[in-house]
């Protein structure tokens, strides 16, 4: 614990007294402690995309530009890292929108079969490109409150990560399963992968911005180490929880538990 000293002199019916008081500061100090890991934090991976742009560009400049295949080979490396980079401040911008409440939730009452549709229709293309098979189980009249578009980009969030890091597993089935269904007074979305699984020791700092299990192979995958939190952060904010299942090396299963509003059938 952290305390300020502060002494005052005093003077009572002639005689001279010292005030003595003490502030316990600990709370301002986590606070300045969290805020200063935060700007590092940010600096730390704004300068990641950077150093590679910087860096390719250098060795562009420096090459034989007849090589097209080469220099394609880096522009599209150029490409992919600016593009993470924008992913990076926006999401950043994001979170900060999130957690000092500036975020503006349009509540109605949303049918998650909706979202889940809407989410396999983004999804496909990429699934289909690493070569993943997403499937669904999605009852129909399931409403919840909510915002539609941030039920999805919650839903997607959990798909997208679901599908990369099932990708990048070299053997078994590569399958994600995205499930929603009604059981008692909440709603349920379940996304469940065979990918490669979250250490137990891991799992319990997911949900921390920037916190990977590995940072080399996230990035590779464009991730910006924000996903899970913004995941937290909606559900939350939508009164609901993030449960998480995985083993490491054979797969992992991430469950949103919302208050259900009705069920239409
Ligand atoms: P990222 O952009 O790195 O994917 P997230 O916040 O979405 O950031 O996820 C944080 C970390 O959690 C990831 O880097 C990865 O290590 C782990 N992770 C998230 N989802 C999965 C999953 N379905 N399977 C295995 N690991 C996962």
Redesign the pocket.
């Known amino acids: 614990e952290y305390f300020v000293c502060e002494m005052i002199p005093v003077s009572h019916a002639g005689v001279n007294h010292a005030l003595v008081i003490l502030r316990n500061i600990t709370n301002e100090k986590q606070l300045e402690a969290i805020r200063r890991e935060f700007v590092s934090d940010v600096s730390h991976e704004l300068r990641t995309p950077l150093t590679s742009i910087h860096g390719y560009a250098e060795t562009l400049l420096d090459h034989d530009l007849s090589d097209k295949e080469t220099v394609r080979h880096f522009l599209n490396i150029i490409e992919k890292e600016s593009a993470r980079m924008t992913r990076l401040i926006n999401d950043l911008l994001d979170v900060e929108k999130l957690e000092s409440g500036d975020a503006k939730f349009a509540i109605t009452d949303v049918e998650l079969t909706e979202v889940g549709r809407y989410v396999l229709k983004i999804i496909g293309p990429l699934a289909d490109e690493l070569g993943v098979k997403v499937m669904d189980d999605i009852e129909e009249g399931i409403f919840v409150e909510g915002d539609f578009d941030r039920l999805v980009q919650l839903t997607l969030?959990?798909v997208d990560?679901?599908v990369?890091?099932?990708a990048v597993k070299e053997h078994g089935p590569k399958e994600v399963w995205l499930r929603i269904y009604a059981l008692a007074n909440f709603a349920f979305i379940e996304?469940e992968?065979t990918?490669?699984?979250?250490p137990e020791e891991?799992q319990k700092r997911?949900?921390e911005r920037f916190?990977?299990?590995?940072?080399a192979?996230?990035r590779k995958?464009?991730?910006?180490?924000?996903?899970?939190?913004?995941?937290k952060f909606i559900a939350d904010k939508l009164n609901g929880k993030v449960e998480l299942e995985?083993e490491y090396g054979s797969?992992?299963t991430?469950r949103v538990k919302i208050p259900l509003k009705k069920v239409i059938k």
């Open positions: 969030n959990l990560n679901a990369k890091y099932t996304v992968d990918g490669v699984g979250i891991a997911i949900f916190f990977r299990v590995d940072k192979r996230s995958m464009g991730g910006t180490g924000l996903g899970l939190a913004i995941v995985s797969g992992t991430f």
